[in-house]
């Protein structure tokens, strides 16, 4: 139910090669504690705000025990695959998707933190990384990492604790989310549940209820 935070990580924007798009992914660890608002890490930038950042993206987490797994598959990438690498802004152990639910509440440091959706996998992954399918492969693992929105601002540092504080959908987990959404013919009651879980990102909720209405109707059909 816990974790601890074992590095925080920020960064400014830098060009991406090889085309050299503006990101925020290269993060560098940061010593000390870190001031935490509604938008987000102090010292943090994002390149692209329509996927990354924002206030229902505020932080990234990232399990640290992801790494391995990733490394196993890509042998030759396994000295890049180290925390922080993937852009996260918090890393840790003891919580992954199979044990996070959706809407869950944290106290991180001073923060109260809350789990709002997934972080989707894309394309920047797999060019800081320089292997093109990394990204996909992220995606069909479900080690995606998810964010979180800031409930009450603070600080937090490495060594601090994320706490689980209140479980508002207990049982929709963050994993069970993922394949839902990944599913080529989901469960349309599955996904009207998903989509109607406390604390989800809206954007999430309402996609996830539309699809659930079209495949009713198209089984009605």
């Not at 996998?121 to 399918?133: F, N, Q, Y």
Request: positive net charge; hydrophobic residues 40%; aromatic residues 6%.
């Amino acid at each position: 139910m816990n974790a601890s935070i074992n590095a925080v990580y920020v960064g400014s924007l830098r060009p991406l090669p090889p085309e050299g798009q503006q990101t925020g992914i290269f993060k560098f660890p940061v010593s000390g504690p870190v001031a935490v608002g509604p938008q987000g890490l102090a010292g943090d930038a994002q390149g692209d705000r329509r996927v990354h950042g924002g206030p229902e993206k505020a932080v990234h987490y990232y399990p640290a025990e992801h790494y391995a797994a990733l490394a196993a598959r890509v042998p030759a990438l396994a000295a890049q695959l180290v925390p922080g690498v993937l852009g996260e802004n918090l890393s840790g152990v003891g919580l992954v998707e199979a044990t996070v639910c959706i809407g869950d509440i944290y106290a991180a440091g001073t923060c109260r933190l809350q789990v709002s959706q997934p972080r989707q996998p894309c394309w920047k992954i797999s060019h800081r990384l320089g292997h093109d399918p990394m990204s996909r492969l992220i995606a069909d693992l479900g080690c995606t990492g998810w964010y979180f929105r800031v409930l009450a601002p603070g600080l937090v540092g490495a060594g601090d604790s994320l706490t689980l504080l209140e479980r508002p959908a207990p049982g929709l987990t963050l994993a069970r989310l993922w394949a839902a959404h990944t599913s080529h013919r989901p469960d349309a009651a599955e996904l009207a549940r998903l989509g109607a879980a406390p604390g989800l990102n809206a954007d999430w909720a309402r996609r996830l209820r539309d699809r659930a209405a079209w495949l009713l109707d198209s089984t009605g059909r």
